[in-house]
């Protein structure tokens, strides 16, 4: 969604009938603190510390699609 504009009401009407879980992935993947530590612990192993600290941090955490 780059270069969306917030206050155009229709470009966010999917998100009329979106579950509490895709509410905060909205607002987690527009946070560009969450992405970048996101992206930083990408090639870690799900078994490190940081991820489990990252999680703590941030709560959900949302696996990339393949």
Same mark, same amino acid.
């Given at each position: 969604?780059?270069?969306?504009?917030?206050?155009?009401?229709?470009?966010?009407?999917?998100? =009329?009938?979106?579950?509490?879980?895709?509410?905060?992935?909205?607002?987690?993947?527009?946070?560009?603190?969450?992405?970048?530590?996101?992206?930083?612990?990408?090639?870690?192993?799900?078994?490190?510390?940081?991820?489990?600290?990252?999680?703590?941090?941030?709560?959900?955490?949302?696996?990339? =699609?393949?």
């Amino acid at each position: 969604m780059p270069g969306a504009d917030w206050r155009v009401q229709a470009q966010y009407q999917h998100l =009329r009938d979106a579950t509490p879980a895709e509410l905060g992935w909205e607002y987690l993947r527009r946070n560009r603190c969450y992405r970048d530590e996101q992206r930083a612990l990408s090639e870690l192993a799900p078994d490190d510390p940081r991820q489990a600290a990252f999680a703590r941090r941030w709560g959900p955490r949302f696996r990339r =699609r393949s």
